[in-house]
T-cell receptor
Framework: DSGVTQTPKHLITATGQRVTLRCSPR?????VYWYQQSLDQGLQFLIQ???????AKGNILERFSAQQFPDLHSELNLSSLELGDSALYFC??????????????FGPGTRLTVL | EDQVTQSPEALRLQEGESSSLNCSYT??????LFWYRQDPGKGPEFLFT???AGEEKEKERLKATLTKKESFLHITAPKPEDSATYLC????????????FGAGTTVTVRA
């Protein structure tokens, strides 16, 4: 158990809908990262938040957005869903995104299926 | 753009048969190279971080090494419970702290 929690575990929805994925980082970790894992793309970085502020952006679609709250939990919002958005979405956390000592610990993931 | 290539894609081993996995990388200044283990449908589990060429780290039957262009994950006398996908990732010395992952090597160890 990495200490990172994600809810829900599974999500099945229809095209065009909007969903919210939730992540709670390990106790004491200030940075939260979101990754998408699909069969054809592997693990792809989406976005990073550090202590409530956006720190870095990767290949995140405009239909997707995220935020980190004062209690450091994070939410990833996916809207206007398409079939191709079906994937595993992982959250990871680390102590401090700026330091050399920067191991990222991953949650169990949310499996999103868009029908 | 950072690139990580892992080989082979799949590896089938007999229990006790040692082998090595390769991770070749291209990055504009390496901050760290990370190894993770991932079981089907689960989140990646952190194994090692390597920071500089020549560094080695060990954990049970696993040993990771790093050169300026590649990293190796050696599995010594594997057991069936070592079956998993092993992922390599690099983090560049840049303003973002993302991990760029390789596609992984799926290891199957038969009893």
């Amino acid at each position: 158990d990495s200490g990172v929690t994600q809810t829900p575990k599974h999500l099945i929805t229809a095209t065009g809908q909007r969903v919210t994925l939730r992540c709670s980082p390990r106790s004491g970790d200030l940075s939260v990262y979101w990754y998408q894992q699909s069969l054809d793309q592997g693990l792809q970085f989406l976005i990073q938040y550090y202590n409530g502020e956006e720190r870095a952006k990767g290949n995140i679609l405009e239909r997707f957005s995220a935020q980190q709250f004062p209690d450091l939990h994070s939410e990833l919002n996916l809207s206007s869903l398409e079939l191709g958005d079906s994937a595993l979405y992982f959250c990871a956390s680390s102590v401090d995104g700026r330091a050399s000592y920067n191991e990222q610990f991953f949650g169990p993931g949310t499996r999103l299926t868009v029908l | 753009e950072d690139q990580v290539t892992q080989s082979p894609e799949a590896l089938r081993l007999q229990e006790g048969e040692s082998s090595s996995l390769n991770c070749s990388y291209t990055v504009s200044g390496l901050r760290g190279l990370f190894w993770y283990r991932q079981d089907p449908g689960k989140g990646p589990e952190f194994l090692f971080t390597l920071y500089s060429a020549g560094e080695e780290k060990e954990k049970e039957r696993l040993k990771a090494t790093l050169t300026k262009k590649e990293s190796f994950l050696h599995i010594t006398a594997p057991k069936p419970e070592d079956s998993a996908t092993y992922l390599c990732a690099v983090q560049a010395r840049s303003n973002d702290y993302k991990l760029s992952f390789g596609a992984g090597t799926t290891v199957t160890v038969r009893a």
